[in-house]
Structures are given as structure tokens and as C-alpha cells.
């Protein structure tokens, strides 16, 4: 197992040095460097091109959000993994168009740092707990208020799967693979799917999918 | 006012005296003419009695029977009644002179009669003899001394008129002498009188200039002070929010990032001590919670992070979380980079009225619409609450969002009824040479 290159960004040095501690204690991570900024990241992600950039939202000067855009854009190699204090959706969604894969909660980031990073290398999507609650809630309430029905009831049972599975980040080839039918077939069903649900983006269909407590 | 009405009353005044005046003197005039016109007609019969009597006298002295005596006597008799007639009636004006000379015609004449009444009384060989010499040397001086007596008087007379007529003259002039005063009076009053309306007039005009400019500063000034009293709270609350997010709740961070490492690392086969630890965690995130909705509360940092719309989408949700109303946001062609003021100025017109729609009208849902066109930003939020009247009540909130929108030049108004729900309004021009703040 090749040992997983770590890049922090966060502008307080006492959390950094909190997440640091985190890193270094996993066997498969280390941490290559630290930026205090969004700007300071993307110069930083560039040099070392880090397998795994962890980005704190609220930065000065360039924050997480922008920082990660940046990263994605030029190293499609590093992943992201998002740390915010913010569990709603707006925050959320932003982090994944932006093309992070993980999104953590900084109160909880230290019992799921390891794990998140672990995810976002392979591709996965990963989102604390407690977002995934926050995000369901709202959507029940919503709901529940506004008499609207839940539109999860209206997907077949292989669109639930396609959902799924698009939401843990496999293409569209993968998903073929995995359920043994045609590329146009998986993409008629993805196309299907976001229709009933109203769903414009992938971001959007992750976001979804983490709400309904599919994919954590 | 009075002194207008106090000219008007010289000015009515003094015509008025003026017109008495005139008529005075008129009726003095037709007195002073009758009364020459009278004593020239007296004088006029005294003359002629006198003449009469002359050539009496001179018959007297050639008269020879008895009965041309007696009637002679008699035409005498008759001439002195007449003569007495017209003294006594005559009216001498004011003068003693003139009553003098009245009387010393009266006695001459008596003088004479008595003389012509001796000669009457001689034998016609006497008065043939004798009267020529007594009419020559005693009747005749006194006869002419009396013409020339009521020559005096005729005189006197025409100097009475004249003397009238100057009084008159004199009276007319003095009248108009004071009329012309009056007018000069009035003109000059009035004169006084309008330059002091003017003086006053221009006074006023100034004074009221100065307080209008005064009122126009002042408010120009009561608008800059409000606008930096704006400026310096959302300043104020940016630093403490900085302070909050920066000093506070990052150290609360760490501590929590320490337990959970804390937590980590302790054995499981020491369970009380990982409850103590776990309670601990639990007292520090609620402290983050609080410091962190503090901080959010003073500043939303999803402006900075997110923008706008998120931003109110954020704000919309965190209302429905915490309250019984279901929020909406939609927005169409939103600039994600729009000026800072304008960012933090509706998202702050925004969450007063949400404030509003739960905390005063009870609402059940509420909609918040934010549009961009060509050069302009719309921002709306309706509720289907209570309502009010907004001509009545104003409280400081929306006289803060208010406030906001005037200051980048927008326009603000509120729709609302009671029991119809309220919308709130408001439309900003936005800056185009400014590049995002």
C-alpha cells in the first residue's frame, strides 16, 4: 500500500496543527506541506501535486471553495477533501461543484479525517454524518410543509441503483460494467433519474443521494 | 397692516377737512357779498336822500306862500325819516370807524335840518334877504362835509369787501397750503411705509432662505451620519464577528480537535474516563455552536464564501429550521460578483424581513425573490402573515433597511394590509464602473 501524500490548508495554525497530528498518526498518510490560505494552497497543490489536498471553506485571501476549483482544474490527479463548519446544503453543494469529494464537519474531523481522505482517494464520496442528517431533515421538513410528495417513491428499482452508483462517483462505463447492460442504457437511466428528481448536476445527485442517507 | 390703515385714515382725514374747509369759506363769501351788496344799496339811498334834501334846501330859499312852506316841510320831514331809516339799518361790519362816521353824518344832517327848519320859519322878505347867505355859508360846507362823509363810507365799504376777499384768499391758501401738506404727508408715509414692507419683506425672504439652506444641510448631514452609523455597524460587527470566528471559536476548534485525538487514544478498559472526556466534547461543541451562530449572526461569512444567492438559500433554510415558517429563495441572472454593499445590504433587507415575518406577523411561508436586468437588482420578500400598516408603524428594522437602500440609491416600499400578508420591496441601481468589492 503506497503511502498517501497529504496537503492541510486551514488559516489557523491551531487547528492545522490539530489535523496534522491526525495525519501523521495514520500508517498509510503523511502530510507533504501546509498552506495558511486559499492562495498559498493552489501555489502549494501545484509544486508538491499532493494525492490529497484537505481545504478549510473559510479562508482568507482565496477560500476552500475557489481553492478547490483551482486544484481540480489543473491537477485532476488530487482529490479534495472539503472541511467546513457549515453542515448545509448550500456549502455542500458548492464543495462538490467545485469538485471536492469528501466534506467534513470540523467538529468531527478528527474521527473521520483518515477515513475521508481514504475515500476521496479512491474516488468515493465522503460526508460526515452529521450532514447527511442536517440535509435530511431539511428536505422532510420541506416536505412536510409544503405537502409536496417524495419523489424517491417514482425511481424503479434500477434507476435506485443507478442513483447509487452515480453517487459514489463511478462513470457511466463503470456502472455498465457493474450491472452488466449497455453505457446507453445506464446513461438513459441517469438521464431518467434526474429528470424525476428534478436533478440538474452530478454535484446535485450526490447531494441527493448523501440527503436520502444512499451514500454517506 | 395698522399703518397702512393709519395712512388711509390721514389721507380720508384730511380730504375730509379740506372739503369742510371749502365749504366754510364758500359761506363766507356769500355772507361778505351780501352784506357789501346790502350797505351799497343803504348807501346808495343815502346819497340820493341826501341830493334830494339839497335841492330842498334850495327851494326852501325861494319858496314864498305858506302852503309851498309846508309842503316843503313835509318832503323835509319825509327825506329825514328816510335818511334816519338807512343809518339805523345800516350795517357797519365790525369796524368803529365806520359807525363813527355814521354818526357824524347823522349829526351834520340834523344840523342842517335844524338850520332849514329856522329858515322855514322866517317871513319870505327874510329869507329872501338872509337865506341866501346862510345856505352859502352854513348849509352848503355842511351838506358837502356830509357827501363827502358817505364818500368815506362807500370807501369803507369797498375796503370791507376787499378785506374779505383778502381774508378769503388767505383762507384758501392756508388750505391749500395744508392740503399739500397732507398729501406730502400721505406720500411720504406711504413712501416710509413701503420700504419698510420691503426691508421686512426682504428680511423674511432672507431668513427664510437661510433656514431652508439650514434644513437642507442638516438633513444632508442627518443622511451621511446615518450612513456611516450603517457603515460603522456593519464594520463594528465584522471586526467582532473576525474576533468570534478568529480568536474564540478556532480555539474552541482545537480543543475539540484535541479531545476527539483524547478520545482516540484512551483504552477502552477505562470507560469512566471516556464518558468524562466525552462530556467535555460535548460542553466545547456547544460552546463552537454558539460562538459560531454568534459570529454569523454579526457577519454571514456565507457571503464571503458562497455569495449572494447561497447565501440567502442559507438564510432561508436556517429560518425554516428554526422557526414554523417555510422559506423560498429564487433568483434569476444573480451576479456572483456583486459589489460587497450591495451583498451585505440585501442579504440584510432580506433577514429583517424574515425576521419580521415570523417574529411579528406569524407567517406560515414566505418567499424571497432576488432578479438582475440591465443595470438594476430587484429583491422581494413576501410573507403570508398578519400584516400592518405601514403608514402607522415603522419600527427601527425597517427604517434599517430602508436606510440601506437609500444609500445606494435604490428605492424601498412596503406592501401591506392587515391579515393580507406583507411584501417588501426594494430596487438598486447597480454601479457599472465598479469592479466587485
Known amino acids: 500500500m503506497r503511502t498517501l501524500r497529504v496537503l492541510l490548508a486551514d488559516d489557523h495554525n491551531l487547528i492545522r496543527a490539530g489535523l496534522r497530528l491526525v495525519v501523521a498518526q495514520q500508517p498509510d498518510c503523511m502530510?507533504?506541506?501546509e498552506a495558511g490560505n486559499g492562495r498559498e494552497a493552489v501555489a502549494m497543490a501545484n509544486s508538491l501535486k499532493p494525492d490529497v489536498a484537505v481545504l478549510d471553506i473559510g479562508m482568507p485571501d482565496l477560500n476552500g471553495i475557489e481553492a478547490c476549483r483551482q486544484i481540480?482544474?489543473?491537477?485532476?490527479?488530487?482529490?479534495?477533501?472539503?472541511?467546513?463548519?457549515?453542515?448545509?446544503?448550500?456549502?455542500?453543494?458548492?464543495?462538490?461543484?467545485?469538485?471536492?469529494?469528501?466534506?467534513?464537519?470540523?467538529?468531527?474531523?478528527?474521527?473521520?479525517?483518515?477515513?475521508?481522505?481514504?475515500?476521496?482517494?479512491?474516488?468515493?464520496?465522503?460526508?460526515?454524518?452529521?450532514?447527511?442528517?442536517?440535509?435530511?431533515?431539511?428536505?422532510?421538513?420541506?416536505?412536510?410543509?409544503?405537502?409536496?410528495?417524495?419523489?424517491?417513491?417514482?425511481?424503479?428499482?434500477?434507476?435506485?441503483?443507478?442513483?447509487?452508483?452515480?453517487?459514489?462517483?463511478?462513470?457511466?462505463?463503470?456502472?455498465s460494467n457493474i450491472l452488466n447492460v449497455s453505457v446507453y442504457t445506464v446513461e438513459t437511466h441517469r438521464a431518467n433519474l434526474m429528470q424525476k428528481l428534478n436533478l440538474k448536476s452530478v454535484p446535485e445527485v450526490i447531494l441527493y443521494a448523501v440527503r436520502k442517507g444512499i451514500i454517506s | 397692516m395698522s399703518a397702512f390703515l393709519g395712512l388711509f385714515g390721514l389721507m380720508l382725514g384730511s380730504g375730509l377737512a379740506a372739503v369742510g374747509d371749502l365749504d366754510r369759506m364758500h359761506a363766507q363769501e356769500q355772507a361778505a357779498r351780501h352784506e357789501f351788496l346790502q350797505r351799497t344799496q343803504a348807501l346808495g339811498g343815502l346819497c340820493l336822500s341826501i341830493e334830494l334834501f339839497g335841492d330842498s334846501v334850495q327851494q326852501s330859499v325861494s319858496v314864498q306862500d305858506d302852503d309851498g312852506v309846508a309842503a316843503l316841510r313835509d318832503r323835509l320831514d319825509r327825506l329825514q325819516g328816510d335818511i334816519q331809516l338807512v343809518l339805523g339799518s345800516y350795517n357797519s361790519g365790525p369796524h368803529d370807524r365806520e359807525l363813527v362816521t355814521l354818526k357824524v353824518i347823522q349829526t351834520l344832517f340834523f344840523r342842517q335840518r335844524d338850520l332849514v327848519v329856522q329858515m322855514?320859519?322866517?317871513?319870505?322878505?327874510?329869507?329872501?334877504?338872509?337865506?341866501?347867505?346862510?345856505?352859502?355859508?352854513?348849509?352848503?360846507?355842511?351838506?358837502?362835509?356830509?357827501?363827502?362823509?358817505?364818500?368815506?363810507?362807500?370807501?369803507?365799504?369797498?375796503?370791507?369787501?376787499?378785506?374779505?376777499?383778502?381774508?378769503?384768499?388767505?383762507?384758501?391758501?392756508?388750505?391749500?397750503?395744508?392740503?399739500?401738506?397732507?398729501?406730502?404727508?400721505?406720500?411720504?408715509?406711504?413712501?416710509?411705509?413701503?420700504?419698510?414692507?420691503?426691508?421686512?419683506?426682504?428680511?423674511?425672504?432672507?431668513?427664510?432662505?437661510?433656514?431652508?439652506?439650514?434644513?437642507?444641510?442638516?438633513?444632508?448631514?442627518?443622511?451621511?451620519?446615518?450612513?456611516?452609523?450603517?457603515?460603522?455597524?456593519?464594520?463594528?460587527?465584522?471586526?467582532?464577528?473576525?474576533?468570534?470566528?478568529?480568536?474564540?471559536?478556532?480555539?474552541?476548534?482545537?480543543?475539540?480537535?484535541?479531545?476527539?485525538?483524547?478520545?482516540?487514544?484512551?483504552?477502552a478498559s477505562a470507560p469512566h474516563l471516556r464518558e468524562q472526556v466525552d462530556k467535555m466534547k460535548a460542553v466545547a461543541e456547544r460552546s463552537v455552536q454558539a460562538v459560531r451562530n454568534l459570529a454569523l449572526l454579526l457577519r454571514p461569512s456565507m457571503l464571503d464564501d458562497l455569495g449572494l444567492v447561497p447565501a440567502l438559500e442559507?438564510?432561508?433554510?436556517?429560518?425554516?429550521?428554526?422557526?414554523?415558517?417555510?422559506?423560498?429563495?429564487?433568483?434569476?441572472?444573480?451576479?456572483?460578483?456583486?459589489?460587497?454593499?450591495?451583498?451585505?445590504?440585501?442579504?440584510?433587507?432580506?433577514?429583517?424581513?424574515?425576521?419580521?415575518?415570523v417574529r411579528h406577523a406569524a407567517a406560515r411561508n414566505a418567499r424571497v425573490r432576488v432578479e438582475q436586468d440591465a443595470g438594476r437588482i430587484r429583491v422581494e420578500v413576501a410573507d403570508d402573515g398578519r400584516g400592518?400598516?405601514?403608514?402607522?408603524?415603522?419600527?427601527?428594522?425597517?427604517?434599517?433597511?430602508?436606510?440601506?437602500?437609500?444609500?445606494?440609491?435604490?428605492?424601498?416600499?412596503?406592501?401591506?394590509?392587515?391579515?393580507?400578508?406583507?411584501?417588501?420591496?426594494?430596487?438598486?441601481?447597480?454601479?457599472?464602473?465598479?469592479?466587485?468589492?
Not at chain 1, 424503479?156 to 452515480?166: A, N, T
Not at chain 2, 347867505?133 to 358837502?144: D, I, M, Q, T
Not at chain 2, 428594522?397 to 440609491?409: A, D, F, S
Open chain 2, 314 to 357: 442559507w438564510q432561508g433554510r436556517e429560518v425554516s429550521r428554526n422557526s414554523q415558517m417555510e422559506v423560498d429563495v429564487e433568483s434569476a441572472n444573480v451576479s456572483e460578483d456583486l459589489p460587497d454593499d450591495y451583498k451585505v445590504a440585501i442579504y440584510r433587507l432580506v433577514q429583517e424581513a424574515l425576521h419580521n415575518a
Open chain 1, 31 to 33: 502530510v507533504v506541506g
Open chain 2, 388 to 437: 400592518f400598516d405601514p403608514a402607522r408603524s415603522r419600527g427601527v428594522g425597517i427604517l434599517g433597511m430602508e436606510e440601506r437602500v437609500k444609500r445606494l440609491g435604490g428605492a424601498f416600499s412596503i406592501d401591506s394590509k392587515a391579515g393580507q400578508g406583507t411584501t417588501v420591496r426594494a430596487e438598486l441601481p447597480l454601479r457599472r464602473e465598479e469592479p466587485a468589492a
Open chain 1, 72 to 175: 481540480r482544474e489543473s491537477l485532476p490527479g488530487t482529490q479534495v477533501v472539503m472541511l467546513s463548519m457549515h453542515s448545509d446544503e448550500s456549502y455542500v453543494l458548492r464543495a462538490l461543484k467545485a469538485g471536492a469529494r469528501a466534506y467534513l464537519l470540523k467538529d468531527s474531523a478528527e474521527a473521520d479525517l483518515a477515513r475521508a481522505i481514504r475515500a476521496a482517494w479512491e474516488g468515493k464520496s465522503f460526508f460526515s454524518p452529521a450532514v447527511g442528517k442536517v440535509l435530511l431533515e431539511d428536505y422532510m421538513r420541506k416536505l412536510q410543509r409544503t405537502g409536496g410528495e417524495d419523489s424517491y417513491e417514482l425511481l424503479s428499482p434500477r434507476e435506485r441503483e443507478v442513483l447509487q452508483l452515480v453517487a459514489e462517483g463511478k462513470s457511466s462505463k463503470e456502472i
Open chain 2, 120 to 267: 322855514l320859519s322866517w317871513s319870505a322878505d327874510e329869507r329872501r334877504r338872509r337865506a341866501p347867505l346862510l345856505v352859502h355859508r352854513e348849509v352848503a360846507p355842511l351838506l358837502s362835509e356830509i357827501l363827502q362823509r358817505s364818500d368815506q363810507l362807500r370807501l369803507a365799504n369797498d375796503q370791507q369787501l376787499h378785506d374779505a376777499d383778502q381774508t378769503l384768499l388767505a383762507q384758501f391758501a392756508s388750505l391749500q397750503a395744508s392740503l399739500t401738506r397732507s398729501i406730502a404727508l400721505a406720500l411720504a408715509s406711504g413712501l416710509i411705509l413701503i420700504l419698510a414692507s420691503m426691508i421686512y419683506i426682504l428680511r423674511l425672504e432672507r431668513q427664510t432662505r437661510l433656514r431652508y439652506a439650514e434644513v437642507v444641510r442638516s438633513r444632508r448631514e442627518l443622511e451621511q451620519l446615518s450612513a456611516r452609523l450603517v457603515d460603522a455597524q456593519e464594520t463594528e460587527r465584522r471586526n467582532i464577528s473576525r474576533e468570534l470566528h478568529d480568536e474564540v471559536g478556532q480555539t474552541l476548534g482545537a480543543l475539540l480537535v484535541d479531545f476527539g485525538r483524547l478520545l482516540a487514544t484512551l483504552p
